[in-house]
């Protein structure tokens, strides 16, 4: 059946590169398959905070919906009652509208269905299809069999109808101890499928829930709960990672056991990331163990943790875009991701200069007490973004590497005898320096050009160099907050996330100095510090205390690695 026309193919669609799940969906959208609807969902499990990973799925399950004139649900998986809580919800709620998703009137919880779960898990019972066990969780574990050898049915498995339906009210009113007994389906102790042997749907637990309360004992397993929700929602192509295929068979087994609308599953690639973790496990691990300062210190891949950092929602979708969707799992150079936040940023951050490490220079010959206004461009490529003033004086700082006493081969910056441009100021000569009793460089002395005002050369006379500088009676000090890798390897070589930190992942400059036009930014504010990268104004920012988090630095490696590889 073609398409009776209820479904416009959006102008988005033909920009977007095709991938295999595109594909499917358009087949069935050709096909009239769910009378043309297309209805996906984000479903996390509220026991952490999102990461990038996740934004992937976010991206993919929003943006098809989106293409495809269709609809997505923010769902929440929350059955372990243990591991979640309200914290986790409210920040996954915020990380999503962050990124730049809706889901409309659609946000749903697994727990608004525990009752018609638990009303289905009865009509499997009655169907025969579902048994009350008294092996212990070991038992069954145990009894599960290997790859070669089947499973071990339970002495339990041929329990009449009556006394399932009556065991299983019991386990709901709390009759039992925690543990003492589960529902788990009757299917296949012999299948090739693990997760067909018989699986657990419900456990005993009395743990409170962070929307249910003490209203349950029981709780449904997560593998017994997504595939019926996805059904219940009206999910026409449930989306998820390649981790859930030997799952489908087990979903798909519930919903046509109970003779409800199924969802078609499609499965995709993680999204990994070199030199971190994306696993909310081992996250949870790093933020109680206390190795970050949160789930948002800027080094994590949190959304949050990016976001505080300065990553934009817009990098973040095109990255996500970019790195399309495959049948096989990989791993995503980490910066190839920061190439798109560079992409982003180079477009919308204003440029200021800001010195991170230092050095006093003294411009010998500049009149004392005199402070010149001299323009600088906001943006190098966009007037638009107009212009301001940055304050120059006798007494500047530059960065402690842009000077060598001794300079190496090739080193064309500052050095004794040699000429060099201050950025939107003057040409400047190093006639001498200035030491502590240690032999160290504390203060250099120059002298400038009078006629080189605005950096401009007076007579053509060419310098090798451009530094930039700030105005040492009107720098603000502020605290640059400095980020390498999360992890010393490409990919964690053990579960012991601990041992393969990267030492060096915060380092604190807390005497930077900026220009003063930066006064009053808000947090979040973006900047580019010419030369040195783009940065944001932390949270942790006051009215006495400046801090910026760098966000990413200018050089752009993937560009190498791209180049290295083509
Ligand atoms: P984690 O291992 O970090 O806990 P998870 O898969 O258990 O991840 P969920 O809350 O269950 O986390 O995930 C919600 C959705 O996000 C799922 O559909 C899952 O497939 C998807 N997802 C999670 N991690 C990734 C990832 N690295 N890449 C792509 N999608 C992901
Ligand atoms: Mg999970």
């Not at 019972?125 to 008294?134: S, T």
């Not at 969780?137 to 009556?166: C, F, H, I, K, M």
């Not at 104004?537 to 290295?564: C, H, M, P, Y």
């Amino acid at each position: 059946m073609p398409n009776d026309g209820l479904i416009e193919t959006p102008a988005t669609l033909e920009n977007t590169p095709s991938n295999f799940i595109r594909d499917i969906i358009i087949h069935d959208i050709e096909n009239g398959k769910n009378g043309g609807r297309v209805h996906t969902r984000f479903p996390p499990e509220p026991n952490g905070y999102l990461h990038i990973g996740h934004a992937k799925s976010i991206c993919l399950n929003f943006g098809l919906a989106k293409d495809f004139g269709g609809k997505c649900n923010l769902r929440f998986d929350d059955t372990n009652p243990s591991k979640e809580e309200t914290e986790y919800v409210d920040s996954i709620i915020n990380d999503v509208r962050w990124l730049g998703f809706d889901w409309e009137d659609r946000l749903f919880y697994a727990s608004d269905y525990f009752e018609q779960l638990y009303q289905w898990a009865i009509q499997l019972i009655k169907q025969g299809q579902a048994y009350v066990c008294d092996l212990t969780a070991g038992q069954v574990r145990e009894t599960r069999g290997t790859t070669t050898e089947p499973g071990a049915e339970s002495p339990y498995r041929n329990r009449t109808v009556e006394e399932n339906l009556d065991l299983f009210q019991r386990m709901r009113s709390g009759e039992f101890p925690d543990g003492a007994r589960t529902l788990r389906s009757k299917i296949d102790m012999a299948s090739p499928n693990f997760n067909m042997r018989d699986p657990v749907m419900y456990r005993i637990l009395r743990a409170e829930h962070h929307r249910t309360g003490n209203d349950w004992l029981i709780y449904p397993m997560y593998d017994y709960t997504h595939g019926e929700c996805d059904s219940i929602e009206g999910i026409t192509h449930s989306i998820c990672t390649l981790e859930f295929e030997d799952h489908r068979p087990l979903y798909d087994w519930y919903v046509e056991s109970l003779g409800i609308h199924r969802p078609q599953q499609i499965e995709f690639d993680r999204l990994n990331v070199t030199n971190t973790i994306l696993s909310k496990r081992k996250l949870l691990l790093l933020v109680q163990k206390g190795f970050v300062s949160g789930w948002d210190d800027p080094r994590m891949p949190t959304l949050s943790g990016i976001r505080r950092r300065g990553y934009t929602p817009e990098a973040i979708r095109a990255f996500c875009g970019s790195i399309g969707v495959s049948k096989k799992n990989g791993i995503i150079e980490f910066p190839f991701l920061e190439h798109h936040i560079r992409e982003d940023l180079n477009k919308r951050a204003v440029r200021v200069m800001a010195v991170i490490d230092p050095i006093k220079v003294v411009i010998d010959n500049y009149p004392d007490g005199l402070s010149e206004p001299m323009e600088a461009a906001n943006h190098p490529d966009d007037v638009g973004m107009g212009s301001r003033t940055v304050p120059f004086s006798k007494v500047i700082y530059i960065e402690r590497d842009d000077f060598r006493e001794v300079p190496p081969a090739k080193y064309f910056r500052l050095s004794p005898g040699r000429e060099v441009r201050l950025r939107y100021a003057y040409f400047i000569t190093c006639i001498s320096v200035v030491k502590d009793e240690n032999g160290a460089v504390t203060e250099v002395h120059c002298t400038y050009d009078p006629a080189s005002r605005g950096g401009n050369s007076p007579d053509g006379r060419k310098v090798k160099s451009t530094i930039h500088w700030v105005s040492a009676e009107h720098a603000i000090t502020f605290e640059a907050r400095l980020y390498e890798s999360l992890l010393l390897e490409d990919a964690p070589q053990s579960d012991d996330i601990a041992e393969q930190l990267n030492p060096n992942s915060l380092t604190v400059k807390s005497d930077a100095k900026i220009e003063p036009s930066v006064k009053g930014a808000k947090p979040n504010t973006h900047f580019q510090f010419e030369r040195v990268g783009y940065f944001n104004v932390d949270i942790d920012s006051t009215g006495e205390k400046l801090v910026f988090n760098r966000t990413v630095q200018l050089r752009d490696t993937w560009a190498k690695i791209d180049k290295k590889s083509t």
